[in-house]
């Protein structure tokens, strides 16, 4: 039975048509917004933390390669941020360390 308005999902991430490519970003974008603010807001439960000198003892400090997230429209990438402890004392780890929330 062909059935012109069934579609094949397998192989989605290949596809490459101007609106899946806007949907993409967009997905990447509001993902990468959500793990930044889970950094801002982590960094915050410890910005009274501070080092011998004055400064901010826990810091964001660069990011961990990109990984892919798997959406409903395919796998989109998202840079993760990373966080430090510049005083000696460890900061528990949340799902934005460990990325837990990126497993797939």
Excluded: C, W
């Amino acid at each position: 039975m062909d059935n012109p308005t069934i579609i094949e999902f397998t192989g989605r991430d290949t596809v490459t048509d101007p609106l899946t490519d806007l949907l993409r970003k967009g997905a990447r974008d509001l993902l990468q917004a959500a793990v930044e603010a889970e950094r801002d807001a982590f960094l915050a439960e410890f910005a009274a933390r501070r080092t011998s000198d004055g400064r901010a003892a826990v810091v964001g400090n660069g990011y961990h390669p990109e990984r892919a997230v798997q959406t409903g429209i395919g796998p989109v990438t998202v840079k993760v941020p990373k966080v430090r402890a510049k005083d000696g004392k460890p900061v528990t780890p949340s799902a934005l360390e460990t990325g837990k929330f990126l497993e797939g």
